[in-house]
């Protein structure tokens, strides 16, 4: 009788778990959910696309900028870009969840001081699996000189892991300011 009420206290602890990993997932995508609501209503011209999971918007993606639509990144394709990457703990971003960037304005106005100005550098990468998942599936598609924000839950980022300063389990957010694409 003793096994089998420890077997049950260990299915419902396993259950319970579960339950509680699945409702911070779900906080999350709420979190999301209204970051993306109030960035196209400060941003009229805010275009939203989903990627399994991953929310991109793009801001001032005015119809001048439909011609470019051809011009989009793909797997295995390159981007250069400027970025600052934030954890999500609540609908919107802030200086404290700052957890990496190379765009000078952004560490400036979070109070960073870094002597190593090379850091400020454009970053260049191939758009491949060695990527976070939800930052590769947000980057695909993006076109020259977009700005856009990437977002998507723990469960596309880096799990039960702890990444440096990002704890796990953690929703993030990447702003992103793209210089230029290349699918050569």
Known sequence: MKKSSLFLAAVLAAGLAACNKQTAYDKQENY??????????SDETATVTYKDGVVRVTLH?????????????????????????????????????????NHRKTADAAGWQLSDTTAFKIETLTLDDRLVDGLARGLEGV???????ILFSGQYGYGSHVQGTIPARSALVYHIWVNSISND
Request: net charge negative; with cysteine; charged share 15%.
């Open 32 to 41: 999301i959910s209204s970051f993306v609501e109030a960035q196209c209503k």
């Open 61 to 101: 993606d005015t119809l001048e900028r439909t011609g470019l639509l051809a011009d989009t990144l793909r797997t295995g394709g390159t981007v250069s870009f400027h970025y600052a990457g934030y954890t999500l703990t609540s609908a919107s971003v802030s200086n404290a969840n700052l957890f990496a960037t």
């Open 143 to 149: 076109r020259n000189q977009d700005e856009c924000f």
